[in-house]
Every structure is written in structure tokens, then in C-alpha cells.
């Protein structure tokens, strides 16, 4: 007996071939834009590729076929650039939005808006949590690698701190000026509660500031543009900070580490390190 037409086509559309393909596609589809303002037809391709990425249907022996397929290893860099690029140039959009608003309730308004906003606060609590197990009390300082102009994880841990009664001082650190500049005047924009954030302009790769001082340092998913780089800026990162402190690095699994490098903690050095997936 056959197989049904409609079954094989839906084999060679999930299978490695099918997905391969569709990946080349949209990586095709993405690299066209001159320009990443979001647009109708940028957000379509970027939903496509980010589901795509977060699929759960997919077995591990299926990923690792993907993953290790010579054309997805040679379009990889590209992909991450252009994913990087595109969630940098939303993330901008965002800010200008924000602080344009005008003043502090309508820039909170807005801001709750974002479409990401509920994974941050979702998964902030429970690196709040890990971060308190691994460092024996609740962080009193945090550094942020890569905060960007919508510094969303320093705003989640603020208010996720504040509910808890509990004070934390922030130091986020981008190596763009703008975005510096914006998350400044974002902070500034929502009020006194955040007067708690600092900021600082540096480059994961090179010259970080001294980050003895914090209790934790965060490291951004999009810090970072391939495995053996992330290492490099973790290496860096620890050099900086005490015996003692927390690292939690922003990760991959699965298709998601088309998008992100991944990285697995081993264990070693002076300080904790957590290692969690992004959203």
C-alpha cells in the first residue's frame, strides 16, 4: 500500500530537509529588507522565524540534524546578525515611542504595552529566586551586559524587587551611546522609583568596568554573536567581578540557538554562573 500524499508531504515539511529549507527561506526573506523599522512585512517574517525557533514538536535528534547541516552552519552567522539587528532596531522603535509619550503615566501605559513585557515578568521572579539560592541572600546589586534602549530586564527586577520589599541598585551597561542615552531618559521619564539605575557605556569584549561591587551580572542573549565569543566575554566578565558573585547568562535550546548562541555552565571558576533559556 502507498503512503498518503497528504502524510509524505507533511513528513518532508517537518522533517530536516523541509525545515532546512524554510530556514534558507526566511534567512533569504529577512537579509532583503533594507531596513529593520518594524514594518507589517518585517514582523511576518520575523513571527515565521521565532516560531519556527520556539517549536516543541521537534526531536533533539531532528535539531541536531538541522543544526549540523552544512548550509545552516554557513548562513548561521548571518541569521544571528540579522535577528540581532532586528530586535535592536524594535527595541529602538520602542523607546522612541516611549519617550515620546510625553509623560510618566502615558510612557508606563505604553510600556505595558510591549509585546515581550509578560515573558520578563513572568521569568524575572525566578532568576531573582536561583540568583538568592546561588548567592545565599536576595542580590543588592546587579549589572546588566547589553541592556539596550528598553532596558526591560532591569525594569522587571525593579518592580519584581520592590514587591518582595526588598532595594536593589542597577548598573546597566551598553556599548551603543543611543541606547544609553534612551534608556536613561526612559528611567528618567517613569519617575523616582527608578532612581535606583545607573548607567554606563562599555563593550562586553574589551574594557568593562569594575563590577566588584555586584551581587549578580547579567549577560544579554544578544551578547555575543557566536558560542566561542560568548565564552570569551563570559571569561571577561567573571575577570571583573568577586569571588562569590552570580553570572546569569541569557541562553539557548533547541532551534532558538539558530537565533542565540547557547551556553552550558560547567561549573568552574570563582563565581556561580545560571544558564537560562530565552524567551
Known amino acids: ?94 523607546a522612541r515611542r516611549i519617550l515620546a509619550s510625553g509623560s510618566p503615566h502615558q510612557a508606563q501605559e505604553l510600556l505595558d504595552t510591549y509585546p515581550r513585557l509578560g515573558n520578563y515578568k513572568a521569568t524575572i521572579p525566578i532568576e531573582l529566586g536561583l540568583i538568592s539560592i546561588a548567592y545565599g541572600s536576595f542580590p543588592s546589586s546587579i549589572a546588566m551586559l547589553g541592556s539596550g534602549p528598553l532596558p526591560l530586564t532591569s525594569l522587571s527586577i525593579v518592580d519584581s524587587a520592590a514587591e518582595k520589599g526588598q532595594a536593589v541598585r542597577i548598573l546597566n551597561i551598553d ?66 567581578m568577586r569571588k562569590g558573585a552570580v553570572i546569569v547568562v541569557r541562553s539557548s535550546t533547541g532551534l532558538s540557538r539558530l537565533l542565540w548562541p547557547s551556553f552550558q555552565a560547567d561549573g568552574g571558576g570563582d563565581q556561580a554562573c545560571i544558564g537560562w533559556p530565552t524567551a
Open 1 to 94: 500500500m502507498s503512503d498518503n500524499p497528504s502524510r509524505v508531504q507533511e513528513h518532508k515539511l517537518n522533517g530536516s530537509e523541509g525545515l532546512i529549507s524554510e530556514i534558507l527561506k526566511l534567512t533569504e526573506e529577512l537579509s532583503n529588507f533594507s531596513s529593520f523599522e518594524p514594518s507589517p512585512g518585517l514582523n511576518n517574517v520575523l513571527n515565521s522565524i521565532s516560531h519556527l525557533c520556539h517549536r516543541t514538536d521537534v526531536s533533539p535528534i531532528l535539531e541536531d540534524q538541522i543544526l549540523n547541516d552544512a548550509s545552516i552552519i554557513t548562513i548561521l552567522p548571518i541569521l544571528r546578525d540579522l535577528w540581532a539587528k532586528s530586535a535592536g532596531a524594535l527595541e529602538d522603535s520602542w
Open 175 to 240: 556599548m551603543v551611546p543611543e541606547r544609553i542615552r534612551d534608556s536613561k531618559q526612559i528611567f528618567n521619564l517613569l519617575g523616582d522609583k527608578y532612581r535606583c539605575v545607573s548607567h554606563q557605556i562599555s563593550d562586553a569584549t574589551g574594557g568593562l568596568p569594575d563590577l566588584s561591587g555586584y551581587d549578580a551580572v547579567y549577560v544579554a542573549s544578544l551578547v555575543g554573536n557566536s558560542d566561542g565569543e560568548k565564552v570569551q566575554i563570559l571569561k571577561n566578565t567573571a575577570r571583573h
